[in-house]
């Protein structure tokens, strides 16, 4: 496709100025003019590679991170023997954020030239990108050709892992605390046995292996540590309730944050972890495992999935859970803590779980709920709005002595807290030998 260039229009504006000053007596310049322009531009044109011709690719990574700038690029070549200027408009969601998606290169010839941009995405998922217009201008550059070129590409956008940080801390705490347990007292509430060792002051007498004390003559002690490869499922709720916003930011991923969080700390403390992705059908399913590549396969089965706005099935995601998985586990439930959906859903469902499982329910609560309700108010607006959330959060404390009541432990928590808050609770579970 032909496309005019700026220089054209502004040789043509150029040449309207002569033809105004030439004498009234000669109308046939204009038709002159005119008609040598067109033929020019013809020619540029017609001189102008076909952007088939030119080799373009385009240089994506195959992952980045919700937030984190990523460099991408393309790469032109050029097979004829005189330079080339070339122009590239890129198919880029608007959600990528790209700091320019067009880019203007001058090639050399039978050579190569490169443009650089950089994404900032603000969206989880999938990113086809397949369409790329390329155009090349002619000798003159009064007239460029045009044409749509086939670049496919894939862009993963995973979510943010925020808390990894707190993660680390608490499998360097988790590490110690093991072995000052085994080497001073023995103590903890892991039942797996570990070694036999010498009776020192600070030891239990339940302790005392009688038959080793009876053989060595000497009191003999057996010593435990917290068990290892029991199995943790996290069921994390994609329906409705989780594409609110809390802090600007949609409830599933500050629950996503919360699971990769255990999820590491887990696997790395010898425990297996496991995923469900559920709402109105269970979307995915990650078995238990504690390789080291778990936490990228549990990344995998997260980073496309959006909430969809239907009511979320947990009796149908409980029966597959417990159907797929049914040795004794952590199940750790990521959703909202809200009394209405909870009420007529979750809570009949539960006694599934509780009765052969431990159950951890976690969900994010909206620091300006909190605000609100402790607020003054100075005007009919906000005091409606301080009795909303003052109702909000007695709904809140009402589904979460219930679900206490059930067997559950809940952790209820603002989204800077949630993982840390999910970890220990995870860590607490494993030291006092309750899985």
């Known amino acids: 496709m032909p496309v005019p260039t700026g220089r054209l229009a502004l040789l043509a ?10 004498p009234l007596d000669m109308p046939w310049a204009l038709l002159v003019v005119n008609g040598g322009l067109l033929a020019v531009a013809v020619a ?10 030119i080799g373009v690719e385009r240089v994506l990574p195959g992952v980045a991170v919700l937030g984190a700038a990523v460099e991408m690029g393309w790469v032109v070549h050029n097979p004829t023997g005189r330079a080339l200027q070339v122009a590239l408009a890129d198919e880029l969601a608007p959600s990528l954020q790209a700091d320019a998606r067009r880019a203007s290169l001058t090639v050399p010839p039978a050579g190569r030239a490169r443009a650089r941009t950089s994404l900032h995405p603000r969206r989880r998922g999938r990113f086809e990108v397949r369409e790329l217009t390329v155009r090349v201008a002619g000798p003159l550059g009064l007239v460029a050709r045009q044409a749509a ?14 808390s990894r940080d707190e993660a680390e801390l608490r499998i360097e705490r988790a590490r110690i605390l093991e072995v000052g347990l085994r080497s001073a007292k023995g103590r903890g509430g892991g039942t797996e046995f570990e070694a036999l060792r010498e009776y020192t002051v600070d030891d239990e007498f339940r302790r005392i292996d009688w038959a080793a004390t009876a053989r060595t003559g000497r009191p003999i002690v057996r010593t435990y540590r ?12 994609a329906g409705r309730t989780m594409a609110a916003r809390v802090g600007g930011v949609p409830r599933v991923e500050h629950a996503m944050d919360a699971v990769l ?10 425990d297996r972890a496991g995923l469900v992705v559920f709402d109105s059908e269970v979307r995915a399913v990650v078995p238990p495992g504690h390789a080291a590549d778990q936490v990228a396969r549990v990344t995998d089965a997260m980073y496309a999935v959006e909430p969809r706005l239907v009511e979320s099935d947990y009796r149908g995601a409980f029966v597959e859970t417990l159907v797929r998985f049914p040795r ?5 439930i990521l959703s909202e803590l809200a009394e209405q959906a909870l009420t007529e859903t979750m809570l009949p469902a539960l006694p599934l779980l509780a009765r052969d499982h431990l159950v951890v329910l976690a969900g994010a609560t909206d620091p300006d709920v909190a605000s609100w309700a402790a607020a003054v108010p100075t005007e009919a607006g906000t005091a409606y709005r301080k009795a909303a959330a003052v109702a909000a959060l007695e709904e809140r404390r009402r589904v979460v002595h219930r679900l206490r009541a059930l067997g559950a432990t809940v952790v209820d928590e603002p989204p800077d807290r949630l993982a840390a808050r999910l970890c220990d609770a995870y860590l607490q579970v494993k030291a006092t030998g309750r899985l």
């Open 13 to 22: 504006a150029a040449l309207a100025v002569v033809v105004l000053l030439l």
């Open 44 to 53: 540029d044109w017609a001189l102008a590679p076909p952007p088939g011709r």
């Open 149 to 162: 070129r086939q670049v496919p590409a894939t862009l993963r956008v995973l979510p943010r892992f925020r």
């Open 226 to 237: 917290a068990e290892r490869n029991q199995s943790v499922i996290l069921l994390l709720d």
């Open 261 to 270: 969080a255990l999820t590491t700390v887990a696997t790395r403390l010898g």
């Open 328 to 332: 004794r586990s952590l199940l750790v």
